[in-house]
T-cell receptor
Framework: KQEVTQIPAALSVPEGENLVLNCSFTDSAIYNLQWFRQDPGKGLTSLLLIQSSQREQTSGRLNASLDKSSGRSTLYIAASQPGDSATYLCAVKSPSEGQNFVFGPGTRLSVLP | DAGVIQSPRHEVTEMGQEVTLRCKPISGHDYLFWYRQTMMRGLELLIYFNNNVPIDDSGMPEDRFSAKMPNASFSTLKIQPSEPRDSAVYFC???????????FGPGTRLTVT
């Protein structure tokens, strides 16, 4: 059974800092891993999708890496802005879970102006 | 495409009443997922469908919950009778199979008094 954890649970940084969010999963046999952003009271917005065969994906100031063998993914946010404040969730899709994504608990990010 | 559509966006009801939540997936997506999100338990998968057929309903909390997908463009999640502990945000999501990403609707915020 796939289990996903995220560290830290919460993070507060001053504007302009580069930061890293971590995601770990227990079963390395995965289809893909997806990073989402959730603003308070809102739905989930997909940020990046990394396929099992890929090492990283980039979108603007965001870079997500995947190390399947160690069961880890990181989301790197460059030059953070107050608008980046949100909860970031990672989700893993793996054969052991059918077509379901297993979600981590999320990291709540606050970027202070 | 308009994305995943959910209705209503907010629902307030009294304990014991029947509640029906609705979802329209993205056209062409043959997987549909229902999730529940609470502060205490995070994001939990309730049930998912493939080509209108329920595949995994192990996350449905109890017999008071039921879900249907009468056709490829419509699904319902029903709670009867509702209880205060059912208060949560309910999300619907859809995807294509395999290596494709998941898209979420805006959610329905349910409050049972």
């Amino acid at each position: 059974k796939q289990e996903v954890t995220q560290i830290p649970a919460a993070l507060s940084v001053p504007e302009g800092e580069n930061l890293v969010l971590n995601c770990s999963f227990t079963d390395s046999a995965i289809y893909n891993l997806q990073w989402f952003r959730q603003d308070p009271g809102k739905g989930l917005t997909s940020l990046l999708l990394i396929q099992s065969s890929q090492r990283e994906q980039t979108s603007g100031r965001l870079n997500a890496s995947l190390d399947k063998s160690s069961g880890r993914s990181t989301l790197y946010i460059a030059a953070s802005q107050p608008g980046d404040s949100a909860t970031y969730l990672c989700a893993v899709k793996s054969p052991s879970e059918g077509q379901n994504f297993v979600f981590g608990p999320g990291t709540r990010l606050s970027v202070l102006p | 495409d308009a994305g995943v559509i959910q209705s209503p966006r907010h629902e307030v009801t009294e304990m014991g009443q029947e509640v029906t939540l609705r979802c329209k997936p993205i056209s062409g997506h043959d997987y549909l997922f229902w999730y529940r999100q609470t502060m205490m338990r995070g994001l939990e998968l309730l049930i998912y469908f493939n080509n209108n057929v329920p595949i995994d309903d192990s996350g449905m909390p109890e017999d008071r919950f039921s879900a249907k997908m009468p056709n490829a463009s419509f699904s319902t999640l029903k709670i009867q009778p509702s209880e205060p502990r059912d208060s949560a945000v309910y999300f619907c999501a859809s995807s294509l199979p395999g290596v494709n990403e998941q898209y979420f609707g805006p959610g329905t915020r349910l409050t049972v008094t």
